[in-house]
C-alpha cells in the first residue's frame, strides 16, 4: 500500500465531520445580508440587504452616501494555554470574535461578518467543535454572521492537544458618520466600560506571575469561583453598549483596551496635543488585578500590559457625558478628562492618576 495523506498524520474526513457539526451553529449567527456562508469556497455578503433590514431596525445604514468597509483581524494569544491546561475549550471563541468585533466597533461600524482559522496538530473533533461553538456564541453576542473559516490540521506543527486561533471581521460604516478621534478636544470626558477581567491580553505575564512565581493552582478558590474560572472569563463584546451609546450621543472617540493597555490604546484615537488623565479610583476592578500585584508585578507595569478593568473607553463632549453614561449602562463610570499637553504638536498620552 502506498503513502497516504492520513498516514501522515492529516485525516480530511474528520474535517468534514467537524463541518456537520458546527453548520447548525453557524447558520444561527446567519441574518440580513448574508448570500451564502460555509461551505463553498468563498463567503457572499449583499450590502444593500443588510442596511435595507437595518433601517428596518431603526439604524439608517441605507441611506449611507459613502460606505466603508471596516476590517479587523486578531488572535487569542497565550490564554490559549488556560484551555489546553483546563480542558476549557468553549470560550476561546468568543474571545476571538470578541478582540475582532470590539476593534471594527470603535469607528462606529456595524459588523456584518466574522471568519475564523483554527489549526492544530492533530485534530480532536470534539474540541474543535467547541472553539467553533464558542465562535459562534461570539457572532451572536456581536451580531455578526460566522460565514466561514479554515481547519487546518497541520502534523509536527503544533504540541499534541494545542490548537491556535485567528480571527477576521468585516463592519461597515458611512464616511459621514466615521469615529475616528479628530474632534476630540481638551475637556472631554473620559466614560470607561468594565471589563470582565483580563479579557484576551497579557497573559504570558498573567501566567508567569500567577502560576510560575506565586505558584497559585488553577483550582485555587478565588472571588467565589476558582482562579482557572476568573482567568479564562470570556472578553465582553461592547456592540450593544456602543449602539446604545450611538442610539443616544455621538462619541469623540472610542478605544479598545487591548495589549498596552490604556497608556497604549487611548492615545492611539487622539489629536496630538493631548493628554488623556484617569482618575484610578473612579473605577471598580476586578479583585484579578489585586492578586497579580500582590504576585510581584508594578504597577506601571501592569498598566502597560493589562485593561486594569476598563474594556473600552469612550470620548464624549462634557455636555454629552451624562446622556453618555445612562446610555452606556450600569457597568460604565466617568473616568477622566482629556487635557492640553506642555507642547501642543507633541503626539497624545495617557497616564493613570491616583
Given at each position: 500500500m502506498g503513502l497516504t495523506y492520513k498516514g501522515s498524520g492529516v485525516d480530511a474526513d474528520l474535517g468534514d465531520a467537524l463541518v456537520d457539526r458546527i453548520g447548525a451553529r453557524a447558520k444561527k449567527t446567519l441574518g440580513p445580508g448574508v448570500v451564502s456562508g460555509i461551505g463553498g469556497?468563498?463567503?457572499?455578503?449583499?450590502?444593500?440587504?443588510?442596511?435595507?433590514?437595518?433601517?428596518?431596525?431603526?439604524?439608517?445604514?441605507?441611506?449611507?452616501?459613502?460606505?466603508?468597509?471596516?476590517?479587523?483581524?486578531?488572535?487569542?494569544?497565550?490564554?490559549?494555554?488556560?484551555?489546553?491546561?483546563?480542558n476549557k475549550h468553549d470560550t476561546v471563541g468568543i474571545d476571538l470574535v470578541a478582540m475582532c468585533v470590539n476593534d471594527v466597533l470603535t469607528t462606529g461600524a456595524a459588523p456584518l461578518f466574522f471568519l475564523d482559522y483554527?489549526?492544530?496538530?492533530?485534530?480532536?473533533?470534539?474540541?474543535a467543535a467547541a472553539v467553533i461553538g464558542g465562535v459562534a456564541t461570539g457572532c451572536e453576542r456581536g451580531r455578526c454572521a460566522l460565514v466561514g473559516g479554515e481547519t487546518a490540521e497541520l502534523p509536527g506543527l503544533y504540541q499534541p492537544g494545542e490548537y491556535d486561533l485567528a480571527g477576521f471581521a468585516v463592519g461597515v460604516v458611512d464616511r459621514a458618520q466615521l469615529i475616528d478621534g479628530r474632534s476630540a478636544v481638551k475637556g472631554d470626558v473620559l466614560i470607561g466600560v468594565a471589563s470582565s477581567g483580563l479579557h484576551s491580553n497579557g497573559y504570558s505575564l498573567a501566567r508567569k506571575a500567577l502560576l510560575e512565581v506565586a505558584q497559585h493552582p488553577l483550582d485555587m478558590p478565588f472571588a467565589g469561583r476558582t482562579l482557572g474560572d476568573a482567568l479564562i472569563e470570556p472578553t465582553i463584546l461592547y456592540t450593544d453598549h456602543i449602539d446604545a451609546l450611538l442610539a443616544e450621543v455621538?462619541?469623540?472617540?472610542?478605544?479598545?483596551?487591548?495589549?498596552?493597555?490604556?497608556?497604549?490604546?487611548?492615545?492611539?484615537?487622539?489629536?496630538?496635543?493631548?493628554?488623556?488623565?484617569?482618575?484610578?479610583?473612579?473605577?471598580?476592578?476586578?479583585?484579578?488585578?489585586?492578586?497579580?500585584?500582590?504576585?510581584?508585578?508594578?504597577?506601571?507595569?501592569?498598566?502597560?500590559?493589562?485593561n486594569m478593568g476598563l474594556g473600552l473607553i469612550a470620548v464624549v463632549s462634557a455636555a454629552d457625558a451624562d446622556r453618555a453614561l445612562k446610555a452606556l449602562g450600569p457597568t460604565a463610570s466617568r473616568v477622566g478628562e482629556l487635557v492640553?499637553?506642555?507642547?501642543?504638536?507633541?503626539?497624545?498620552t495617557a497616564r493613570i492618576d491616583p
Open positions: 469556497f468563498a463567503s457572499l455578503f449583499s450590502l444593500k440587504d443588510f442596511m435595507r433590514e437595518a433601517k428596518k431596525k431603526g439604524r439608517s445604514l441605507e441611506s449611507m452616501d459613502d460606505p466603508l468597509i471596516v476590517a479587523g483581524t486578531d488572535g487569542v494569544g497565550t490564554k490559549l494555554k488556560l484551555a489546553f491546561a483546563m483554527f489549526g492544530t496538530g492533530k485534530l480532536d473533533v470534539d474540541v455621538r462619541p469623540r472617540a472610542l478605544a479598545h483596551i487591548t495589549g498596552g493597555g490604556i497608556p497604549g490604546n487611548l492615545p492611539r484615537v487622539l489629536p496630538n496635543g493631548l493628554e488623556a488623565v484617569l482618575h484610578r479610583s473612579a473605577w471598580q476592578r476586578s479583585p484579578l488585578f489585586d492578586l497579580l500585584a500582590k504576585s510581584g508585578i508594578a504597577e506601571d507595569e501592569m498598566d502597560r500590559t493589562f492640553a499637553a506642555k507642547d501642543a504638536s507633541a503626539e497624545a
